[in-house]
Nanobody, 122 residues
């Protein structure tokens, strides 16, 4: 059983940066694709970014492309999301998740963290 714990969320002004971390325990996730999703109040959960098992391939939602960077350190069993040039519309609870498939579809992810709140003030 894999447990994922996100950290690094908080309150930041528009234009600022945050770095989210997702630490896995219980089992290695080095052979799994990992993704970040977010959900704002009253909205559907949406894809943010994904990274394949090696870190050699990444995928981003158009809304964050060029501003966010997903990365991983398999030796530390940890995935990161560097968020720059944050906008108020980035405000949401951010979740990391793991899957056997390198996909954008949240329903295909097998395990999830509890989420971390990101709030961007204007």
């Amino acid at each position: 059983q894999v447990q994922l714990v996100e950290s690094g969320g908080g309150l930041v002004q528009a234009g600022g940066s945050l770095r989210l971390s997702c630490a896995a325990s219980g089992r290695t996730v080095s052979n799994r694709a990992m993704g970040w999703f977010r959900q704002a109040p009253g909205k559907e959960r949406e894809f943010v970014a994904a990274i394949n098992w090696s870190g050699g391939s990444t995928d981003y939602a158009d809304s964050v492309k060029g501003r966010f960077t997903i990365s991983r350190d398999n030796a530390k069993n940890t995935v990161y999301l560097q968020m720059n040039s944050l906008k108020p519309e980035d405000t949401a609870v951010y979740y990391c998740a793991g899957t056997s498939s390198y996909v954008r579809i949240w329903r295909l992810y097998d395990y999830w963290g509890q989420g971390t709140q990101v709030t961007v003030s204007s």
